[in-house]
C-alpha cells in the first residue's frame, strides 16, 4: 500500500498503517490508552553534535518517562517508517549525521527517502540509513500512528523576506491539516515571526503562548509580537484541542509556544543575527540555513546556544508531558471542559495490567541533627505523600506500568491531592470507584528518625484505611498482578487476594509492619492465595512464627557460620503456606542485600539466591525503600524479566530511593 494510502486509511482506523512500525512499548501504550509524546529525530541528527544530541534524547525521555508518559522517537529506518526507538537505535542516529548516514526529511520527503533506502539495502550491504524527520513529517506519522501530542525544540516557519521568496515551511501547512499538538519554544528565531502568526492565522491553525501574552522567539521569550491567546495550563490545551478535532472535526493541529527563559537567550540572538549575515554571504539556502546557523551560533557563544537549546527542548518536555497527561483526562471524561474540571474521570479508565490496592497516607518524617534526648530535639520535618499501597502504585507509575490503585482518603487535610498528584505527575489511574472517600481524617504517620536516618518509631492513624474498597473479580479480568499491602481489615484483604486468584491474576503482597504481617499471616485461607511476598527480616520471621505449628527462631543463638539460615528456614516455612504452582519471596536484608526464595510448583524443591547490596556511604532515609523495591519489581516482570534479574532491577531502584530524606521513594 502507497504511504498517502495508508495515512487516508489510517483517519478510520484504529490501527496505525502497515507502513508504520511501532515500538512494542508505544504500541502497547496506544492500545491502553496511555499517553503518549511524539520526538522529533531532526533534532538528535542534526540539531547539535554528537553526544550532546544523544544526552538531550535521553533526558528528554526520562522528564516524559516521570510524568507518566511513553517517549516515541519518530525516524525512518532503512526505509521502514519508525515510531518508538530502542535505545542503541537512538545512538545510531545520534552518530548518523556526522557520518552521513541521516537525510533530513519534511513530508513530502517521507516516500522518496522511504523507497530510496529500500532500494539501497536490497542492492548492497551499507549501513544503516537513516531518515530524519522534521516538525512536518513528524506530525504526519505521530497521527498515523495516534498520538496526539509532540514535543519539539522549534518549529519553521515564514523567512525572512518570504513574502517575496514565498519561502515558507512546510511545517505551517502540516499544522494545517494534520490534528496534533504541537509542543515548542516558538518558531525559530532566525524567521519572520510577525509573517509565521499571519500565515497560521490564515491556516485557520489554533496558536497559544504558555503562561504569556507575547509569542517567543525561541532562544528569546521576547519577540516584540503578541500571542493570539495565553494558555494557563495544560488542561486549557487539552480542551481546545479536543474541541476543535472532536466537537468540531476541525483537521489542522494546534501550536503551543513556551517561552524559553535561558539567560543566555539574549546574546544567542545578537549571534544569529551575525550568522544570518554569513550565511547569507556564502549563499548557504533553504533547509542547510538552520544547520549552519546552529552551528556557527554555537561557535559564536562558546557553547551557550547549545545549552540553551537542550534547556528549552527540556522545558517543552515537562509541558508536552503534561498536556499529554490531560488530553488523557479529557478524553476519559468526556469533552467538555466542565467534565474535566470534576473531581473524578466518569468513564472507565484504560485497562491497567496491575492492580495496587493499599494505604494513601501523609508521612511527616522527623530527622534530628543529634542523638535524640529526651525533651526537644533540633532538626528537620519534611512532609510528604506516602502509604505502602501509593508508595508502590507511584513507583509503578513513574516507571510507565499504569497502575490501576484502590485506597481511601478523607475529606479533608490533604486526601484528595495525594489522589491528583498519583495521577497528574506518576501516570497512576484511579476512578470513583477505586478511591473511596470518608468522613475524617486522611491517613497519617509520623516517622522519627535517628541521627543515622535509621527509623526509632513511629505514630499512626490510619482509621480511614478500614474503608479502602476492594476490587471484585471482574475488575481483576485481565489484570497480571495484584499487589497488596495490609492496610485494609484482614477480610478486606483476604477478599481481595481471593478475588485475585479468581480472575487469574498473579498476587503480591508487602507486609507493611511486623504487626500487620503476623496478623495476616495468621490465615492459611490468605497465604494460599500468595505468589510473591516483600518482607523485610523482622516481618519475615514474624509471619513464619505466626503459622499454626510455632515457627523459627530469630537469629539470635543459631549458627553463627550461616548468617543466612535463619532467613532461609523462614522463608520455607513461608513458601510451603503459599500458592502452590508458583511462589517467590523477596526479602529485604537491608545493608546486606536481598534473598531470594523460590518454588516453582508444589513437587519442585525450594531455591535461594542472595544479593549482595552495593555499598552506600551516604543513606539519606531508608523510609520506602522497600517499597520501590516492590514496585520495580513487579514492573520488571511486567516487562518480561524473570525473578532473578526483576530482583536487580529493584534493588538498583531501591537504591535511588536512599539518596531522598523528603519522601518515602525518589
Same mark, same amino acid.
Given at each position: ?6 495515512l487516508?486509511? $489510517? ?7 502497515? =507502513?508504520?512500525?511501532?515500538l ?7 492500545s491502553s490508552?496511555?499517553p ?17 544530541n ?14 507518566g508518559v ?27 549525521g556526522? *557520518? ?11 516516500p ?13 550491504? !551499507? %549501513?544503516?540509513?537513516?531518515g530524519a ?6 506530525? /504526519? ?9 509532540? +514535543? ?8 525572512r523576506?518570504? *513574502? ?26 532566525i ?21 504569556? #501574552? ?8 521576547? @519577540? ?10 495544560a ?7 479536543l474541541?476543535?478535532s472532536? *466537537?468540531l472535526?476541525?483537521? =489542522? ?16 540572538e545578537?549571534?544569529?543575527?551575525e550568522?544570518l ?21 554555537? *561557535? ?6 547549545l ?5 528549552l ?24 471542559? !466542565? ?9 472507565s479508565p484504560?485497562?491497567? /495490567? ?6 494513601? +497516607?501523609?508521612?511527616?518524617v522527623?530527622s ?9 530535639n ?6 510528604? &505523600? ?10 509503578l507509575?513513574?516507571?510507565g ?8 482518603i ?12 498519583? !495521577?497528574?505527575? =506518576? ?12 468522613d475524617? %481524617?486522611?491517613?497519617? $504517620? ?8 535509621e527509623?526509632?518509631?513511629?505514630v ?20 497480571? $498482578? ?5 492496610n ?13 486468584? /479468581?480472575?487469574?491474576s498473579?498476587?503480591?503482597f ?10 495476616l499471616?495468621?490465615s492459611? !485461607?490468605?497465604?494460599?492465595?500468595? %505468589? $510473591?511476598?516483600?518482607?523485610n527480616? #523482622?516481618?519475615?520471621?514474624a509471619?513464619?512464627k ?15 557460620s550461616?548468617e ?24 529485604s ?10 518454588k516453582a510448583?508444589?513437587? @519442585?524443591?525450594?531455591?535461594f539466591?542472595?544479593?549482595?547490596? &552495593? +555499598?552506600?556511604? #551516604? ?10 523495591? =516492590?514496585?520495580?519489581f513487579?514492573?520488571?516482570l511486567?516487562?518480561?524479566a524473570?525473578?532473578?534479574?526483576a530482583?536487580?532491577?529493584?534493588? %538498583? ?6 539518596d ?7
Amino acid at each position: 500500500m502507497a504511504f498517502h494510502q495508508a495515512l487516508r486509511r $489510517y483517519t478510520t482506523s484504529s490501527a496505525a498503517p502497515s =507502513c508504520v512500525k511501532l515500538l512494542p512499548e508505544v504500541a502497547e501504550a496506544l492500545s491502553s490508552g496511555r499517553p503518549v509524546v511524539a520526538l522529533e529525530s531532526t533534532i538528535v541528527a542534526h540539531g547539535m553534535p554528537y553526544p550532546q544530541n544523544l544526552e538531550l534524547a535521553k533526558d528528554v525521555s526520562q522528564i516524559l518517562r516521570n510524568k507518566g508518559v511513553i517517549p516515541a522517537t519518530i525516524a525512518i529506518k532503512n526505509g521502514v517508517f519508525r515510531v518508538g526507538l530502542h535505545p542503541d537505535e537512538l545512538e545510531d542516529l545520534a552518530q548518523a549525521g556526522e *557520518e552521513g548516514r541521516a537525510m533530513k526529511c519534511s513530508t513530502r520527503d517521507l516516500p522518496l527517502v522511504a523507497s530510496k533506502h529500500r532500494r539501497i539495502m536490497s542492492s548492497s550491504e !551499507e %549501513n544503516v540509513q537513516w531518515g530524519a524527520t522534521t516538525v512536518a513529517a513528524t506530525m /504526519r506519522l505521530a497521527h498515523a500512528a495516534g498520538i496526539k501530542t509532540f +514535543v519539539t525544540g522549534g518549529t519553521g516557519g515564514v523567512h525572512r523576506g518570504g *513574502e517575496l521568496s514565498l519561502d515558507i515551511s512546510t511545517d505551517l501547512i502540516e499544522l494545517s491539516r494534520t490534528p496534533v499538538v504541537v509542543v515548542s519554544a516558538g518558531v525559530k528565531s532566525i524567521l519572520d515571526v510577525k509573517r509565521t502568526l499571519e500565515m497560521l492565522e490564515t491556516l485557520a491553525v489554533p496558536v497559544g503562548t504558555w503562561k504569556s #501574552d507575547e509569542f517567543p522567539a525561541f532562544f528569546s521569550p521576547i @519577540s516584540g509580537v503578541k500571542s493570539p491567546t495565553k494558555f494557563d495550563n495544560a488542561m486549557d490545551v487539552a480542551s481546545a484541542f479536543l474541541t476543535s478535532s472532536k *466537537e468540531l472535526g476541525m483537521p =489542522c493541529g494546534m501550536l503551543v509556544a513556551v517561552p524559553n527563559h535561558d539567560p543566555a537567550g539574549q546574546n544567542v540572538e545578537i549571534a544569529i543575527q551575525e550568522a544570518l549575515q554569513e550565511a547569507e554571504a556564502s549563499g548557504i539556502q533553504g533547509r542547510d540555513v538552520t544547520p549552519f546557523i546552529l552551528r556557527t551560533v554555537a *561557535e559564536k557563544t562558546d557553547g551557550d546556544s547549545l545549552r540553551s537549546n537542550m534547556s528549552l527542548v527540556k522545558r517543552n518536555a515537562e509541558v508536552g508531558a503534561d498536556i499529554a497527561n490531560s488530553i488523557r483526562d479529557l478524553s476519559l471524561g468526556g469533552s467538555t471542559r !466542565e467534565t474535566v474540571l470534576s473531581s473524578r474521570p466518569k468513564m472507565s479508565p484504560p485497562k491497567s /495490567r496491575v492492580v495496587c490496592v493499599g494505604g494513601a +497516607v501523609i508521612d511527616t518524617v522527623a530527622s534530628p541533627e543529634n542523638e535524640i534526648i529526651g525533651t526537644s530535639n533540633p532538626g528537620k520535618i519534611h512532609r510528604s &505523600d506516602g502509604g505502602v499501597g501509593r508508595n508502590v502504585a507511584e513507583v509503578l507509575g513513574r516507571l510507565g506500568s499504569t497502575p490501576l490503585f484502590y485506597t481511601a482518603i478523607g475529606k479533608a487535610d490533604g486526601g484528595q491531592g495525594i489522589v491528583s498528584r498519583l !495521577e497528574k505527575e =506518576c501516570g497512576v489511574i484511579t476512578t470513583t470507584k477505586s478511591v473511596q472517600v470518608a468522613d475524617g %481524617n486522611t491517613a497519617q $504517620y509520623l516517622a522519627l528518625l535517628d541521627k543515622n536516618s535509621e527509623l526509632v518509631g513511629g505514630v499512626a492513624d490510619m482509621e480511614v484505611l478500614s474503608k479502602i474498597p476492594i476490587p471484585s473479580v471482574e475488575e481483576l479480568h485481565g489484570v497480571d $498482578y495484584l499487589v497488596l499491602d495490609a492496610n485494609a481489615p484482614v477480610d478486606s484483604v483476604t477478599t481481595a487476594a481471593k478475588n485475585g486468584v /479468581r480472575a487469574g491474576s498473579l498476587v503480591c503482597f508487602e507486609p507493611t509492619s511486623v504487626p500487620k504481617a503476623k496478623l495476616l499471616s495468621s490465615s492459611n !485461607e490468605f497465604m494460599e492465595c500468595l %505468589n $510473591y511476598v516483600f518482607p523485610n527480616e #523482622d516481618e519475615l520471621f514474624a509471619m513464619a512464627k505466626a503459622s499454626d505449628d510455632g515457627g523459627v527462631e530469630s537469629e539470635e543463638g543459631q549458627d553463627s557460620s550461616d548468617e543466612y539460615k535463619p532467613v532461609r528456614d523462614a522463608a520455607l516455612k513461608m513458601l510451603s503456606r503459599m500458592a502452590s504452582d508458583k511462589a517467590h519471596i523477596v526479602v529485604s536484608l537491608g545493608s546486606r542485600g536481598v534473598l531470594l526464595a523460590s518454588k516453582a510448583d508444589a513437587l @519442585s524443591s525450594p531455591e535461594f539466591r542472595h544479593f549482595p547490596a &552495593d +555499598v552506600v556511604s #551516604d543513606i539519606k532515609s531508608s523510609n520506602g525503600a522497600g517499597d520501590t523495591l =516492590c514496585g520495580a519489581f513487579v514492573h520488571a516482570l511486567l516487562r518480561g524479566a524473570g525473578e532473578e534479574e526483576a530482583v536487580q532491577f529493584g534493588m %538498583n531502584a531501591a537504591l535511588l530511593s536512599l539518596d531522598c530524606a523528603e519522601r518515602a521513594i525518589s
